[in-house]
């Protein structure tokens, strides 16, 4: 276990992605406790203190401390403990006790490049401020993420009648938040400006129950289809959808 514990306190001094399999038990102490008796387990260290455990399963680490956290290692018998801690905004800590042989794999990790997200609902909003006449003709904007005490509407125009219209967009289908979240942005600009608002929600699809709930409220919705595929958000068209619930 000596030789094992140099490897990892090598690369954890080097700032190393640091990766760990083996049998454990898992304890956690801070905002409550946990212990998770011993299994195979997969441990994975960032440069930054990220600490995330694994079981062989599952999307989500069953234990993790956030980017800061001091990472040591200890010798108990025949025991290898590895200790992740963070002291803020309280006192947290969790100690992997690994017994028998560990995996070890240790490198050096440079990645300072930010994802780009293709089809973003603020991409979406630009190619629609671009083409408003694929929801209705003479439909002017006035600016996009209108900012309301409750969030961002994510396009605010004017009809030919003079009509303020709110727009909410979705990339995905929309379901009752997207209603909810529309009908409190209408509610507050109907109060703030004294004038008729109209409330529309483009997406690519809606669920029934939402639709249900936008129609009594007298909102519209737009099936919205649009090309994400490249590397660019292209909209293909909108099309209004509001005959009959089993239309969708």
Do not use: W
């Not at 993790?64 to 001091?70: E, L």
């Not at 590895?82 to 440079?110: A, D, N």
């Not at 408003?132 to 009648?161: C, H, P, Q």
């Not at 919205?224 to 490249?230: E, M, T």
């Amino acid at each position: 276990m000596l030789e094992q514990k140099t490897i990892i306190d090598r690369a954890i001094s080097s700032h190393n992605l640091l990766i760990l399999v083996g049998n454990a038990n898992v304890k956690y102490f801070g905002r409550a406790s946990s212990k998770l008796s011993n299994g195979d387990r997969l441990v994975i260290v960032k440069p930054d203190g990220t600490f995330l455990v694994h079981q062989n399963s599952g999307m989500k680490a069953i234990n993790y401390q956030g980017p800061g956290s001091t990472v040591k290692t200890f010798l108990s018998g025949d025991k290898l403990i590895l200790k992740s801690e963070r002291l803020k905004p309280v006192h947290e800590s969790i100690e992997v006790e690994f017994t028998g042989k560990i995996e070890i794999h240790s490198f050096p990790m440079h990645d300072d490049k930010k994802i780009n997200v293709i089809g973003s609902e603020k991409q979406l909003a630009i190619q629609l401020e671009q083409n408003m006449g694929f929801i209705e003709k003479n439909l002017k904007i006035l600016t996009n993420e209108a900012d309301v005490k409750r969030g961002f509407i994510d396009l605010l125009a004017e009809d030919a009648e003079g009509n303020l219209v709110a727009i909410e967009l979705k990339r995905r289908k929309a379901g009752l938040d997207a209603v909810t979240q529309l009908e409190r942005y209408v509610m507050e600009l109907r109060k703030r400006k004294n004038v008729k608002v109209r409330g529309i929600v483009c997406a690519p699809g809606i669920t029934p129950n939402a639709l249900k709930l936008l129609e009594s409220r007298g909102f519209q919705f737009f099936n919205l289809k649009y090309d994400a595929s490249q590397m660019n958000v292209r909209i293909e068209g909108l099309e209004k959808k509001q005959n009959t619930l089993d239309f969708y």
